[in-house]
């Protein structure tokens, strides 16, 4: 069991070493190119987002461009059936006083 006993110690910081001075320079200079490298991908997301954005923009008002035009032919074939309505309104009402006139 003397793995064990390693674990358990190793687990209790007991077995922590201090690194030599050349490791903490050379870890530094990992973290530097880290950060870069993540700088330079959120630059690279941050353009893609810029990009996606202004295509998506454009397909928006293109796409309210084109209902604003459909609200049109929709708004114009709705007054078309309302006058149609009144129309035939008026000639079902022309239709009561014929049979009226014919009952009588």
Not at 6 to 11: P, Q, S
Not at 21 to 26: H, I, S, T, V
Request: no cysteine.
């Amino acid at each position: 069991m003397p793995y064990a006993s390693w674990l358990n110690g190793y687990r209790h910081g007991l077995r922590f070493e201090n690194p030599a001075p050349m490791d903490l320079q050379r870890v530094d200079e990992e973290q530097e190119k880290e950060k870069k490298e993540r700088e330079k991908v959120e630059a690279e997301d941050l353009k893609k987002l810029h990009a996606f954005m202004a295509k998506w923009n454009v397909e928006r008002a293109a796409q309210a461009q084109s209902a604003k035009g459909a609200m049109k032919h929709a708004q114009a074939a709705a007054e078309g059936e309302e006058e149609e309505e009144e129309e035939g309104q008026g000639q079902g009402q022309e239709m009561q006083v014929d049979a009226v006139t014919e009952e009588v």
